[in-house]
């Protein structure tokens, strides 16, 4: 293989033509021009392995007039954080910008002394969001100047280092200067987060993308002349471009391992070269595959030892340079030309070998970080060393909020932990990974952690320790389903542990776990036991993160309880104190409450602004999944307001923002399902409900599968299955009886009275009333009584008393209207102008029916509006009755029997039955009590 022209970094490259991307490098150099004109940007070059990713990130840095800085990621430094950012350190130190360089790696070695230290969660989060914010401004800052800032392999980079490129993202924008990073995609070895954070940025415009495609013949053809010098057959074209499928790192480890055998991968094609190198480049080679990252010549020596003296090792580097295995930097290190040969290397070095050269890493004592460290002590079958390395390095992780880094550092220190280390100890660092694991949502993996550090507590007789994990364990086991007795049954055990125990730190146990008692009854609506646990762990905690998160809980349960302003206000201080102090996660959880209760609870005008107020707080402690939460909610109350497109953008939004969060998902599947049946969409609403309800099912959880359960009841009822919305209702009410809830079985009433009615069971409509009036009843929540005013109108209504039917759906319509609810308020409308029809009251009616189309404008209720306007435009029909059946009619309404009315017109009784039959069909009828209201109505 001949050699190529060099890279900006002084890399040699193997083909010195840049062949095939001619499209995608004229619109790199276009966002270059933008971005020296004070327009910057993130230009994201994604793809498969080996498809030229870094070559085009080279082209467009070679030729570019700014200051050029570099770093790299590697695939193990995903546990330590901030080691892309040392890297971007290192370039600005070489670049002349110490103190920039020194600033990044203070921050990142040490963190900003002027921080607090970190002394629990929420005060480690704050910490965590502070230095983000702090290595965000000190990139900013050097990017004031131009410059590009070229990054390889994001997609191993570590989770503090996204963070901070989130930032400088939107920072560069208004600055001179362009990031370009390389990030592979299809892989299954990068981690979740790494594709989350890619998918964020080109998602929310932070970064642009683009995408190389694989070479055509063409291409390869061309490759192949610019390498050779000459050009190749036809026949040989096709065969290379068939075997390397146009991945030109294929194309060229095809080139230079000669075209005979064409291995089919790049791994194989690599390995067939290295069977021709000299027993001195295989050693070297080795070396630097175990050190897995850029290396300078003295960690080489070491890590070969006495093997190579360092002639030989010279001449191995040499030859291993010319035969594009290694890359030399122009700073004089080495590195593999791409991951996939470093990675094909190191697979094929034998286990023992692998271990030996791991030891040796170590023993070099390399400025590597703690978690590199513990990684080659693993390796090198080094348990001891690998366990203490792995638990500091954990420790450093948690300390910044590095919750996946935490995690599996601590999964290390569980492989490597040596058999002295107690009971005690080993539940510890149990609790601790359980901690972390909860921390990113890997509930199953936390409960199972968090269970077996209670069991090693307790064997080894520390059971207020065991005691003490019980809350985060019962939290794990909520979000993977199991139900109120069980949790509840988990915290009872627990406290009986601590029975006795009136030390200071036994107190503050029990309170804690009162305190998850108090909240697990809140999520389940039994508000009574709540407020009886969550006043009693109140006495007990003196903590204000605990005080104002069990404030939060005792709040929520008496808003739900009816308890009206004093409830309000309690619920809304402690999430106002806990901002005003600094306790994130707890003012965080109040805001939750606070928001979605006032949502739940018919509170639309002032709970708008709460939920703004939680939402602007969340995002300004870049607590994402808080503010999708909140913003599902704020998309609820857009719904109940008759805000349909904004509630449906709303939601959508932290639908798609709050990937992994369950209530958020929940809650915005409701809302976009009243959206769609709202609109007239009822395959969508029953699509998009049933998702919810399955959630819903999962969670166990009334607030999550009640608002699911009224939607399909809805969607039902205006689909005329007259009988699902039944089922639906039915098994609505059920579940808000279980726990003797009023606030979310109050759509029910309506609905179901509603359904029964189209069934044509006016007495199953009545019971329905009943029923649920009593559970509504209960707690006298504020606006819940308008739902039993309407169905009671609409009952009446059916039932022909008109008198009744007006003043009830006047009250109701007032009462949907003072709260802004849309859903039923424009049906009262519809209800009070139908009543009017039927009393003869045309123009009253018309001016409803006008309200009502102004409201229903563009949604499925607009259906109705015509319906009515249709009969009111033809009129009062004319009674069939004949004579003699009115004069039964009347005699029906005054109460007389079929023996008296025939006794008083003459007449036979059988004759009377046959009379009231005929009137009963005519009239549409089903019973003699409905004859006496159509009577009552004609004032007979």
């Known amino acids: ?51 030229g990713k870094s070559r085009l990130m080279e082209e467009v840095v070679a030729l570019g007039s700014a200051r050029r800085l570099h770093a790299d990621a590697y695939a193990d430094d995903r546990e330590t954080p901030g080691m892309l950012l040392l890297g971007i350190a290192a370039s600005l130190a070489e670049a002349g910008d110490g103190p920039a360089a020194e600033r990044i790696r203070g921050l990142v070695l040490r963190g900003d002394p002027t921080m607090a230290a970190p002394e629990d969660p929420t005060t480690r989060s704050t910490r965590r969001r502070l230095l983000v914010a702090e290595l965000a401004s000190t990139l900013a800052t050097v990017l004031v100047l131009p410059t590009i800032l070229a990054l390889e392999d994001v997609h191993w980079a570590d989770q503090l280092a996204l963070d901070v490129l989130r930032r400088v993202a939107a920072a560069v924008r208004e600055r001179p200067s362009l990031l370009v990073a390389t990030f592979r995609t299809q892989d299954p070895e990068v981690a979740e987060e790494a594709t989350a954070w890619r998918l964020e940025l080109v998602g929310h415009r932070l970064a642009e993308e683009v995408r190389p495609v694989r070479l055509d013949a063409a291409g390869v053809a061309r490759m192949l002349a ?17 075997v390397s499928d146009g991945i030109p790192l294929h194309v060229e480890e095809l080139v230079a391992g000669g075209s005979d055998g064409a291995p089919e991968t790049v791994a194989a094609a690599v390995l067939s070269r290295t069977r021709g190198l000299s027993p001195s480049s295989a050693a070297v080679l080795e070396a630097a595959a175990v050190i897995g990252r850029e290396f300078d010549t003295r960690l080489l020596a070491v890590v070969v030892g006495d093997e190579l003296d360092r002639a030989a090792r010279e001449a191995a580097l040499d030859d291993l340079a010319g035969q594009h295995f290694l890359v030399r930097t122009a700073a004089g290190s080495y590195d593999f030309r791409h991951a996939l040969i470093r990675d094909a290397v190191y697979s094929a070095v034998p286990s023992a070998r692998r271990r030996i050269l791991h030891g040796r890493v170590v023993d070099a004592g390399a400025v590597l970080s703690d978690a590199l460290l513990s990684l080659h002590s693993e390796r090198a079958g080094r348990a001891r060393e690998a366990y203490a390395l792995a638990r500091r390095a954990a420790e450093r992780a948690s300390a910044l909020s590095a919750h996946r880094e935490a995690a599996d550092l601590y999964r290390r220190a569980q ?142 349960v008496l808003v739900f309880a009816g308890e009206g302003e004093p409830a309000w206000e309690l619920l809304r201080t402690a999430a106002e104190e806990g901002a005003a102090h600094g306790r994130e996660e707890a003012a965080a959880r109040a805001y939750r409450m606070l928001g979605s209760s006032a949502s739940v609870l018919l509170q639309y005008d002032r709970g ?107 969607t039902a009822l205006l689909s005329g299955d007259h009988v699902a919305a039944i089922r639906y209702c039915e098994r609505g ?54 739902a039993l005013q309407h169905a009671a109108g609409v009952l009446a209504l059916r039932e022909r008393r008109p008198g009744d039917a007006k003043e009830l759906l006047q009250s109701a319509s007032a009462g949907w209207d003072g709260i802004g609810r849309w859903w039923e308020g424009t049906q009262a409308l519809l209800d009070r102008a139908e009543c009017a029809r039927r009393t003869r009251s045309p123009a009253e ?33 004319p009674t069939t009755l004949s004579a003699r059946e009115r004069e039964v009619a009347v005699r029906i309404a005054g109460g007389a029997t079929n023996r008296e009315i025939a006794a008083a017109l003459h007449i036979a009784p059988k004759t009377v039955s046959t009379h009231v039959e005929h009137i009963l069909a005519k009239l549409g009828a089903s019973r003699r009590s409905e004859i006496a209201a159509w009577a009552a109505e004609r004032g007979a």
Not at 228 to 241: F, M
Not at 687 to 698: D, K, P, S, Y
């Open 226 to 242: 610019a390498i050779r010098g000459t050009e190749a057959s036809a026949e040989e074209v096709a065969r290379l471009h068939a």
């Open 415 to 556: 492989r490597t932990m040596p058999l002295a280390v107690t009971g005690r100890d080993r539940a510890e660092l149990l609790r601790r990974l359980g901690a972390e694991l909860a921390a990113v949502d890997a509930n199953r993996e936390a409960e199972a952690e968090f269970a077996r550090a209670v069991e090693l507590y307790h064997a080894a007789g520390a059971d207020r320790e065991a005691a003490a994990v019980v809350p985060a364990l019962v939290a794990a086991r909520h979000l993977l389903g199991a139900d109120y007795p069980a949790r509840v049954a988990a915290i009872r055990s627990a406290l009986g542990w601590i029975d006795g125990d009136e030390t200071a730190e036994g107190v503050h146990v029990r309170g804690r776990l009162l305190a998850a008692q108090a909240a697990a009854a809140m999520l389940e609506r039994r508000l009574d036991d709540g407020r009886r646990v969550a006043e009693e762990a109140r006495g007990l905690l003196t903590d204000e993160a605990d005080r104002i998160g069990v404030d939060a809980t005792l709040g929520s």
């Open 733 to 786: 009410a059920a579940e808000s009886h279980r726990v003797e809830d009023s606030a979310y079985v109050f759509p029910f009433a309506l609905t179901g009275v509603r359904a029964y009615l189209a069934a044509g069971d006016v007495a199953g409509a009545r019971t329905w009333l009943e029923r649920v009036g009593v559970l509504v009843g209960r707690r006298s929540i504020p606006g819940t009584e308008s």
């Open 1 to 51: 293989m001949e050699a190529a022209a060099s890279s900006f970094r002084g890399i040699e490259r193997v083909c010195p033509v840049f062949v095939g991307r001619e499209d995608l490098l004229a619109l790199a150099r276009r966002r270059e021009a933008a971005a020296l004109d004070g327009r910057g940007g993130l230009l994201l070059i994604a793809g498969e392995a080996g498809i």
């Open 845 to 877: 009616a018309a001016a409803l029916l006008a309200e009502a189309a102004a409201r229903s404008r563009g949604s499925v209720l607009q259906g109705r509006v015509d319906e009515l306007a249709a009969r009111l435009a033809e009129g009062v029909e």
């Open 608 to 714: 708008a602004g709460w939920l703004a107020d939680g939402i602007a707080y969340a995002e300004r402690i870049e607590r994402w999944n808080d503010a999708h939460y909140l913003t599902a909610h704020l998309a609820h109350v857009r719904w109940a307001t008759g805000e349909l497109a904004a509630a449906a953008e709303l939601a959508g939004h932290a639908l798609a923002d709050g990937r992994g969060g369950i209530t958020t998902e929940v809650t915005a599947l409701h809302v976009l399902g009243y959206c769609a049946l709202s609109s007239g969409d009822l395959p969508r609403a029953e699509e998009v409900l049933l998702r919810a309800e399955a959630i819903g099912e999962r969670m166990q959880e009334l607030q999550r599968l009640s608002p699911a359960l009224w939607g399909l009841a809805e």
